[in-house]
């Protein structure tokens, strides 16, 4: 009986010390886990580290924005890149109006779209009469990427600053060279942006 008595207490101290061990490795990982977030602060980091991410984009100057824009003239053979919204041209740009800004901007293959491009830190708003060369007129306010476009200012076509010459990437064109008056009016959706990396 007392044999019997003594394994019933020397399994008992067993499954006590058991369970001492599990509740104290359940306090270590609580102590140790991180606080959750609200999802306010949580949403305000993920915003300033893509500010942060923009602003680490190699600098450049408005000239160089410039020159990478009119390698696309004639890079495919003395051609234009032909214009695509799944494709990716040797550089790994994407061969669309954003990936083509991204790519004369220097931003990182395959480049933001339009949507990043002015809603993610790349670029901050400014009005339209405060555009120099290298800047960028966005429209990004529809959830149809066929309605969204980006052009790169390339200087003003007149003195009463109506139209504008600028590089673009178009559907069923390619890249190009031309006079547009997007967000001239106001009243089209086009706005201008400032890339953050562009030094003058």
Known sequence: ?????????????????????????AGSVALTAPAAQPAAATASVRVVDK??????????????VLERAKTWLTANNGRQVPYSQSKYWKNEYRQDCSGYA????????????????????WTRPIAMNELAPGDLVIKANSNDPNNRHVVIFDGWADGAHTVYKSYEQAGGVGTRWKQHSYGVNGRDGYHAYRPVNIVD
């Not at 009986?1 to 490795?25: D, N, P, Q």
């Not at 991410?53 to 000239?63: C, D, E, V, W």
Request: aromatic residues 4%; charged residues 15%; positive net charge.
């Open 102 to 121: 991204s790519m004369a901007l220097n931003l990182g293959a395959p480049g933001p779209n339009t949507v990043k491009l002015k809603n993610d830190g």
């Open 51 to 64: 500010a942060r991410a923009a602003q680490a984009a190699p600098s450049i100057t408005r000239a160089q």
């Open 1 to 25: 009986m007392i044999f019997g008595e003594t394994m019933t207490v020397k399994k008992s101290r067993r499954w006590s010390l058991a369970a001492l061990a599990v509740v104290l490795c």
